[in-house]
């Protein structure tokens, strides 16, 4: 529309040297844009990186004061995944369970609608079943040694990959409470077992992380039950022997621990295509947190 308001007024110039400085000014314009292959691989960059819910746990106040609406104007659960497309371009989220307000199909159907209208998919649910204000998170595990902790821990997770298959989440990922990891692992695998086999028929697989157990412990829980890892660890021993155990995410930040750099290089190099989810401590600066670590990460994808 511009260019024909501004032609209209061009009588009276030489038609060479107007045709001249048109090509010269829509070289320049050109010039300014981003190139579109730039945006391409941007875009897939992006499309490469998920956040966890929880990032936001000191912006959402209704998840730790459930006895009455969030006041106006803060963060909600219902606004974050159009909030996170809006302003960080990402469309994936790796969901906290205990930041979901209810597991009422009602409140978990809007979830996803809410997810659906910001184009974004959920990549993964973390499942934690100890209470919120628990110190120590894991006693209630599916690979506790305790047979009836076991069995209400595996009841309780299964509700959970419901949820995420009402979500459309490729993956959970249940704390396997290490703590409480007993020397001999079969109970756990078992208990492990029946959730991967249960998630199976649903289109749910089932991650774990480390959580300060030996890795070949880790490994044998993973390989023994037919779970997956999220490699989240930065020694390249680690790396290596996580990566190829893989499949939706891996949690990462920019700190030291995670050491970026070398996990960008060794997932290339191992051939993970999952998710790089962003983990940071929820704090009050939680956007620029965030926006640090997606900067760093566009710089070594």
Not at 259 to 268: E, F, H, Q, V
Request: proline fraction near 7%.
């Amino acid at each position: 529309m511009r260019s024909c308001g501004f032609q209209r007024g061009i009588s009276g110039i030489n038609r060479r040297d107007f045709l001249i400085g048109s090509v010269a000014t829509a070289a320049a314009s050109a010039m300014s844009r981003p190139a579109p292959a730039q945006d391409a691989a941007t875009r897939a960059k992006l499309d490469r990186i998920s956040l966890l819910t929880n990032d936001f746990e000191g912006l959402l106040p209704e998840i730790w004061d459930r006895s009455k609406p969030a006041p106006p104007g803060t963060l909600n659960m219902m606004d974050l995944p159009h909030q996170v497309a809006h302003r960080l371009r990402l469309h994936h989220l790796e969901v906290c369970n205990i930041n979901l307000l209810s597991m009422q199909l009602s409140y978990i159907g809007e979830f996803k609608e809410r997810m659906r209208k910001a184009k974004s998919k959920v990549v993964d649910l973390i499942v934690e079943l100890d209470p919120p204000e628990t110190r120590y998170r894991g006693h209630i595990s599916v690979c506790s040694p305790d047979p009836e902790i076991r069995a209400h821990a595996i009841e309780e997770t299964k509700k959970w990959i419901d949820i995420a298959a009402v979500l459309g989440s490729p993956s959970i990922m249940p704390d396997q409470g290490v703590r409480y990891l007993p020397a001999d692992l079969t109970p756990a695998i078992a208990g492990l077992k029946t959730l991967v086999d249960y998630g199976q028929a649903k289109g749910v697989a089932v991650i774990l992380e480390p959580r300060g157990e030996r890795l070949d412990q880790l490994v044998e829980l993973i390989k023994g039950s037919g779970a997956y890892s999220n490699p989240q660890i930065g020694t390249e021993a680690g790396l290596r022997l996580l990566y190829p155990l893989a499949r939706t995410v891996q949690h990462i930040n920019d700190s030291r621990r995670s050491n970026l750099p070398l996990a960008i290089k060794l997932s290339k190099e191992l051939g993970f295509k999952g998710w790089f989810s962003i983990e940071t401590d929820g704090g009050p600066d939680a956007w620029a947190q965030v926006q640090r670590v997606i900067d760093a990460l566009l710089q070594y994808l």
